[in-house]
């Protein structure tokens, strides 16, 4: 098989570590947010801060890498970005020790800065190496990584806090950025030209202003945008009600999420496996039956108020087995015919993110005791990404 690259092919497991870097190390915590709220001794919005801020981060570190990773390779970026998040989690432990949320706020935000670069960084060297028709396969797969990771690390969250202290969690964030730097290491370079002129600012203003205006890498990335939405809402919302609401333990908690999770890992080799025989618009379009269904079933539910772990943890698993089927189709899409892969990279990236943010601002801002504010974002994200949707097919099917 003919690739675009001439070099040793990049290895998928390697792929999937890199690009659920920055959501193991947003999610990890969830479980933790109550205990956290009660040793701080502020409020369920204050403590939700801890994700909202990571997410700020995220989003402003999808437009840092890029240059570099033009003007330097791919890898020596990724090194960059991890070294932060390493000095980073040393900050959250001052901050936990000296009794400062503040602190711990701060470094979550340079946490997200650094960890950020696991996404730009895994579609552009998967969009440098394989052709489009190739990627798109690809990243379904790639994207397993937002079914078992986030997942095993909310578990892994849950006991941490349940069995030694939610402070451990931070240990383990540090030992996680170290694992990460082995991990770079088997990853082959995949910037052929390094482009000297990338890190000065009139060449940086206007690769910028190209992917800005490109059209068709914003709408696909808005989609994508408000896909990854559904997972923020669910990190910053659902441990309030699980926990607080339902009653269970952290550990309990995380372990039971590892239910609706596996839907996503189900939905991301079904997504895989179809996508070489069906369109990137049909797969994207059964994604969005699925996920109608959970968001209708939850507030529904809610609305009667049968709030127990049935219908908190069902409703989130059809969400997440239709997640990975708009996940292929809308990033590969986003970049194709856009040739700075890297730049192009951080715009998708950023986009997402920053529609991420707001939708999990708006939990922090609403009354987040009501537990029917869950599933009433979850209807308006949902309603946005059809009308999105609909138009990207209506607008981009022949092209």
Known sequence: ??????????????????????SVAA???????????????????????????????????????????????????????IMLYILSSLICLMGIYAHQLDIVIIGRFFMA?????GMIITFTVINDFYHPEQARPIVS?????YSFMPAVAVALGGFITSHFSWIDCFY???????????????????????NHNALKLKSLLSDYHKAFSARRLLLFASIYGLMAAFIYIIA???????????????????????????????????AGIISKQFSAYQ????GYVSITLGCVAMFILFLLHWITIFSLMMPIFFIMLGLPMTYGGSTVMALTGFDDKATGSAILSFTAM??????????????????????????????????AFWYAARRYRDQ
Do not use: H, W
């Open 1 to 22: 098989m003919q690739y675009r690259l001439d070099t040793k092919k990049p290895q998928l497991a390697c792929l999937i570590l890199l690009i659920s870097f920055p």
């Open 27 to 81: 999610v990890l915590i969830s479980p933790a947010l109550p205990p956290i709220s009660d040793f701080f001794n502020v409020s369920n919005g204050y403590t939700q801060q801890l994700i909202t801020i990571f997410i700020v981060g995220y989003a402003l570190g999808q437009l840092i890498y890029s240059p570099f990773a033009n003007r330097f390779g791919r890898k020596i970026a990724a090194y960059l970005g």
């Open 113 to 117: 800065l650094g960890a950020s670069v």
């Open 141 to 145: 797969f790639a994207t397993l990584a």
């Open 172 to 194: 383990f964030y540090l030992c996680y950025g170290i694992l990460m730097l082995f991990i770079v290491k088997l990853l082959p370079e995949t910037l052929v030209t390094k």
């Open 236 to 270: 910053s919302a659902a441990p309030f009600i699980g926990i607080d609401r339902i009653g269970l333990t952290p550990a309990d908690y995380g372990v039971l999420l590892l239910i609706p999770y596996g839907g996503q890992f189900v939905g991301a080799l079904f």
């Open 283 to 286: 797969v994207m379009f059964l």
């Open 354 to 387: 920053f529609i991420a943010l707001v939708a999990t601002f708006a939990v922090t801002v609403l009354p987040n005791r009501n537990p029917l504010v869950m599933p009433s974002l979850f209807i308006v994200v949902l309603l946005l990404a059809i009308i």
